[in-house]
Every structure is written in C-alpha cells, then in structure tokens.
C-alpha cells in the first residue's frame, strides 16, 4: 500500500467500521467511496451514543441508541477513522 485510500480500495465488499466525529460509530459492507472519503455502506448498524450530566447527582448518564439501515451515504467530512471488521 503506498497511499491511505489504496486501503480503503482493498476493503471494497467487506465489513468496515467507522467512528464519525460526533458520537456515533457504524459497521457496514463497503460498496463505493472517492477521494473525499464519502462512502457507501449496506447492512448497516448505526450506534449514537448521548452523554449527558445529571444535576442532580453530577454523574455523567450514557445513553445508547442502535439502529439497523440497509443502505447509508457517509459524507466524509465527518469521518474521523476506518477499520476493517474482523470475522
């Protein structure tokens, strides 16, 4: 591999994982991407996780919300990583 999308190419078809700037995390089959890091992903299981402040108690409350989408375009602005799944 010389350049970091040569990667990406290699991972065309299989099972990826992205972290995105904001909260979120998704895994899906990479279909299609360009030099901008916009992808297209199938099966794919979306995590946003919100946190906040309890007032109250000053303890920090995790709230995860997870969601299955069969088809998703990425803008790639917001990507912050790419990783292969593993099986």
Same mark, same amino acid.
């Given at each position: 591999m010389k350049e970091p999308l040569d990667f990406v190419r290699l991972s065309l078809g299989e099972r990826v994982f992205i972290k995105m700037r904001v909260d979120c995390e998704m895994t899906g089959v990479l279909q299609g991407f360009d030099q901008h890091m916009n992808m297209i992903l199938s099966d794919v299981q979306e995590t946003v996780t919100h946190r906040e402040l309890d007032p109250q108690s000053g303890e920090e409350?995790?709230?995860?919300? /997870?969601?299955?989408?069969?088809? $998703?375009?990425?803008?790639?602005?917001? /990507? /912050? $990583?790419?990783?292969?799944?593993?099986?």
């Open positions: 409350i995790i709230d995860t919300n /997870v969601r299955e989408i069969p088809m $998703l375009f990425i803008r790639g602005d917001s /990507v /912050v $990583l790419v990783s292969r799944q593993q099986n």
